[in-house]
T-cell receptor
Framework: QKEVEQNSGPLSVPEGAIASLNCTYS??????FFWYRQYSGKSPELIMFIYSNGDKEDGRFTAQLNKASQYVSLLIRDSQPSDSATYLC???????????FGIGTKLQVIP | DAGVIQSPRHEVTEMGQEVTLRCKPI?????LFWYRQTMMRGLELLIYFNNNVPIDDSGMPEDRFSAKMPNASFSTLKIQPSEPRDSAVYFCASRTGGETQYFGPGTRLLVL
């Protein structure tokens, strides 16, 4: 089992809809969870991180963490075509905060 | 702030040649990471330096890969000899004491 599992997509949603991106992980000792956005041909950029169970909101983005189910998600409200990108789920494990990435989910927001 | 700087941005070489990728981290950042990204395997950590010291190189594929960080402002990733399966985008990232890693623009490597 991979450490971080994501559906590679593509996930297509209409403009204005809610996009829901999901991620599961295998290491129960993981402490910190991240969502990176990567536009085609560009480098990843951090958009959110979450440490505690529950929801964390930042503008149109909400990260959700359920450690019991080993599940992390990212909701994007009022999706815009500019949100079209690959979203990488990542987690921190290990003593020196090694970050492990999922394969990424490609999101397409259709105008 | 110029961000993380990588060179070259693109590299095309022939199998068997030596390839050297370069990275300048953000000034003041004490952690540096080298990643490789492919469609099949995603983003993989190759090696991590903290205060110029290699901490974890378990992701380095094999002896053909080596990395150095002679000072706080410069790191290299070398592949010798290169093989077609090394074709990928190689990212360097740096971090200070917090959680956020800042990625460079990447080097697109094609080995023919």
């Amino acid at each position: 089992q991979k450490e971080v599992e994501q559906n590679s997509g593509p996930l297509s949603v209409p403009e204005g809809a809610i996009a829901s991106l999901n991620c599961t992980y295998s290491d129960r000792g993981s402490q910190s969870f991240f969502w990176y956005r990567q536009y085609s041909g560009k480098s990843p950029e951090l958009i959110m991180f979450i440490y505690s169970n529950g929801d964390k909101e930042d503008g149109r983005f909400t990260a959700q963490l359920n450690k019991a189910s080993q599940y992390v998600s990212l909701l994007i409200r009022d999706s815009q075509p500019s949100d079209s990108a690959t979203y990488l789920c990542a987690l921190n494990s290990g003593g020196y905060q090694k970050v492990t990435f999922g394969i990424g989910t490609k999101l397409q927001v259709i105008p | 702030d110029a961000g993380v700087i990588q060179s070259p941005r693109h590299e095309v070489t022939e199998m068997g040649q030596e390839v050297t990728l370069r990275c300048k981290p953000i000034s003041g950042h004490n952690s540096l990471f080298w990643y490789r990204q492919t469609m099949m395997r995603g983003l993989e950590l190759l090696i991590y330096f903290n205060n110029n010291v290699p901490i974890d190189d378990s992701g380095m594929p094999e002896d053909r890969f080596s990395a150095k960080m002679p000072n706080a402002s410069f790191s290299t990733l070398k592949i010798q000899p290169s093989e077609p399966r090394d074709s990928a985008v190689y990212f360097c990232a740096s971090r200070t004491g917090g959680e956020t890693q800042y990625f460079g623009p990447g080097t697109r490597l094609l080995v023919l």
